[in-house]
């Protein structure tokens, strides 16, 4: 069993994985890279592991949130994906708030907002089975 929540660090909100194998008697704890504060919005499972998505600050204050997503292949050991289409990062604040899987396709929507627009995005990206 995988769970993902936020804790409250002093740099700020972070995003962290919690793992259990023996059906919650005991529990082994992960992170999820973030430079800044970040958010984790939804969680699937793929034929390799886990995959989540959310948002991110940039660092420095005053940053706004780009979309972001995180792979694990068991749980625990987490890395940043790079998220390079269009809509995901860049000016207003944009995130990703599901996420599922489709044969071996793993794809996101979310929504980037600025001030005269806000409109929905989509991320897309393969996995390959174990």
Known sequence: MVVVGTAMTE????????????????????????????????????????VAVGSHRSPGEGGEADSAAWASENGVDWSRQTLTQDGLGGEGSQWLGAVAVSGDRVVAVGRSAGYADDHLTIWRSTVTER
């Open 11 to 50: 740099e700020g909100p972070r995003p962290f994985s919690a793992l259990s194998t023996d059906d919650g008697a005991s529990w082994e704890f992960g992170t999820l890279p973030a430079d800044a504060a970040a958010s984790v919005l939804d969680l699937t499972s793929t034929g390799r592991g886990l």
